[in-house]
C-alpha cells in the first residue's frame, strides 16, 4: 500500500496563480519529500523537510508539515507554464527498517499561460 | 555520465518473453530503488537494495519479477514470461544513502517496456 496520498489528484490553474498541494501519509517518518515529474519520466527532487521542521521554503516554493496530522503541503508561488507537471510527496516510513522511499500517487498540475 | 543511466529506453516484447531491464546508479550511492508506473498513476515500490544489507523485495508483485545488484553498483530488474500487465515504465533510482537519512535519490529516465 502506498505510504502518501496526494490532493487533489488534478489541478488547474492560470499562470500567476498559486497552487496547493497536499499529501498525508499513514506511518511515522524521518523526513518527508517532493518530488516532480515531467512527461511520465524521471522524477526530480524539489525539497525535503524533517520531521522536526514545521515549514521550510526554496524559491517559489513553500513547504509544510503536521507529523500530528499526518500530512504537508506543497505550495508553489506565483505559478508558471513550466511548472506543469505532476508532483509526488515521498515518505521513509520510519516504521520501516529498510529506509526505503515510498511515493503517492501524485497531483497533475495544468498552469494555463 | 554523472546520472543514473537505464537502458534500454523502450523495450516491446511480446508476451511470455523474458526481459532484463539494466540500472547504472551513480557513482559511490548505496541505495538503489526500483519502481514501476503505469499510464497516469503514481510509483508503485518495487524493491529497494541499500549496501550490503539484504534488500527490500517487499514490492515485487509475483515471482516471475527477479532484481540483483552486483558489486553495489549495476542493477538489473528480471521479468520472466512477461504478461500485458506488467507493460509500464521502470525507474531506477539511486541516493547516497536510505530515505531515512534525508537523502535524495536521483532517478533516471525510465525503461517503457510494453508486452504485445
Known amino acids: 500500500s502506498q505510504q502518501g496520498e496526494e490532493d487533489p489528484q488534478a489541478l488547474s490553474i492560470q499562470e500567476g496563480e498559486n497552487a496547493t498541494m497536499n499529501c498525508s501519509y499513514k506511518?511515522?517518518?524521518?523526513?518527508l519529500q517532493w518530488y516532480r515529474q515531467n512527461s511520465g519520466r524521471g522524477l526530480v527532487h524539489l525539497i525535503l523537510?524533517?520531521?522536526?521542521?514545521r515549514e521550510k521554503h526554496s524559491g517559489r516554493l513553500r513547504v509544510t508539515l503536521d507529523t500530528s496530522k499526518k500530512s504537508s503541503s506543497l505550495l508553489i508561488t506565483a505559478s508558471r507554464a513550466a511548472d506543469t507537471a505532476s508532483y509526488f510527496c515521498?515518505?521513509?516510513?520510519?516504521?520501516?527498517?529498510?529506509?526505503?522511499?515510498?511515493f503517492g500517487q501524485g497531483t497533475t498540475l495544468q498552469v494555463k499561460p | 555520465g554523472a546520472g543514473v543511466s537505464q537502458s534500454p529506453s523502450n523495450k516491446v516484447t511480446e508476451k511470455g518473453k523474458d526481459v532484463e531491464l539494466r540500472c547504472d546508479p551513480i557513482?559511490?550511492?548505496?541505495?538503489l530503488y526500483w519502481y514501476r508506473q503505469s499510464l497516469g498513476q503514481g510509483l508503485e515500490f518495487l524493491i529497494y537494495?541499500?549496501?550490503?544489507?539484504?534488500?527490500?523485495k517487499s514490492g515485487l508483485p509475483s515471482d516471475r519479477f527477479s532484481a540483483e545488484r552486483t558489486g553495489g553498483s549495476v542493477s538489473t530488474l528480471t521479468i520472466q514470461r512477461t504478461q500485458q500487465e506488467d507493460s509500464a515504465v521502470y525507474l531506477c533510482?539511486?541516493?547516497?544513502?536510505?530515505?531515512?537519512?534525508?537523502?535524495?535519490?536521483?532517478f533516471g529516465q525510465g525503461t517503457r517496456l510494453t508486452v504485445v
Open positions: 515521498a515518505t521513509d516510513g520510519r516504521s520501516s527498517n529498510t529506509g526505503k522511499l515510498i
Open positions: 506511518t511515522s517518518i524521518n523526513n
Open positions: 533510482a539511486s541516493s547516497l544513502g536510505g530515505a531515512g537519512r534525508g537523502t535524495e535519490a536521483f
Open positions: 537494495f541499500q549496501g550490503n544489507s539484504a534488500p527490500d
Open positions: 557513482s559511490g550511492h548505496t541505495a
Open positions: 523537510i524533517r520531521s522536526n521542521e
